[in-house]
């Protein structure tokens, strides 16, 4: 069983930056896939980026360029550093791991972002 939790969520002004991390409880190392996943008040959760063990990255268009997501076995750890934030980029974030794309069997308890001026 893994345990994730997320720390560096807050209140931030619009254009600045924020880094969130994921610490795990177990060796992360032996999930393929990690992620952070988001979820806007009255929307449905998305995902944002996700990375491979192997550090193949994905990420939603909406984030492409502003978002960096990465991963450190060694430390168990998952980041997301996230710059030029908008208002829309306001959620709940998530962190999640699992070994297929679409099945996340592990997940965090989730840290606010809040983007406002």
């Known amino acids: 069983q893994v345990q994730l939790v997320e720390s560096g969520g807050g209140l931030v002004q619009p254009g600045v930056s924020l880094s969130l991390s994921c610490a795990a409880s177990?060796?992360?190392?032996?999930?393929?896939?990690t992620a952070w996943f988001r979820q806007a008040p009255g929307k449905q959760r998305e995902l944002v980026a996700s990375?491979?063990?192997?550090?193949?990255?994905m990420y939603v268009d909406s984030v492409k360029g502003r978002f960096t997501i990465s991963r450190d076995n060694a430390k168990e750890m998952v980041y997301l550093q996230m710059n030029s934030l908008n208002p829309e980029d306001t959620a709940v974030y998530y962190c999640?791991?699992?070994?297929?794309?679409?099945?996340?069997?592990?997940w965090g308890q989730g840290t606010q972002v809040t983007v406002s001026s």
């Open positions: 177990s060796d992360i190392g032996l999930i393929y896939y």
């Open positions: 990375v491979t063990k192997g550090a193949i990255t």
């Open positions: 999640a791991a699992g070994w297929y794309r679409d099945d996340w069997p592990y």
